[in-house]
Nanobody
Framework: QVQLVESGGGLVQPGGSLRLSCAAS????????AAWYRQAPGKERELVAS???????NYADSVKGRFTISRDNAKNTVYLQMSSLKPEDTAVYYC???????????????WGQGTQVTVSS
């Protein structure tokens, strides 16, 4: 019943910016930890950034200082602001969230469908 819908991907030039959004809907009581992952062709999926329910954040060294993860609890939405983009940032970006369902009070892990980010001149 819970869905994560991602948006905001696209083609940008090196040095450009994009903001990704991940909106959760359905039988949601609250969102615990949320994170953004990315996967490039032929590479393993890697953790880009995470944010706790209290707003504490962590970033991969490769994006630190360039990316910002944030959340709007009232809207059940997580964001990834990406600046100073580099070609090596090109990947499919996936949202992940641990969500407490309203119906049973249990926590489940959900994944978004993925959104393509391409950084190229």
């Amino acid at each position: 019943q819970v869905q994560l819908v991602e948006s905001g991907g696209g083609l940008v030039q090196p040095g450009g910016s994009l903001r990704l959004s991940c909106a959760a809907s359905g039988n949601i009581f609250s969102i615990n930890v949320a994170a953004w992952y990315r996967q490039a062709p032929g590479k393993e999926r890697e953790l880009v950034a995470s944010i706790t329910s209290g707003g504490s954040t962590n970033y991969a060294d490769s994006v630190k200082g360039r990316f910002t993860i944030s959340r709007d609890n009232a809207k059940n939405t997580v964001y990834l602001q990406m600046s100073s983009l580099k070609p090596e940032d090109t990947a499919v970006y996936y949202c992940n969230a641990h969500i407490i369902k309203s119906g049973d009070g249990l926590t489940y892990s959900y994944w978004g469908q993925g959104t393509q980010v391409t950084v190229s001149s």
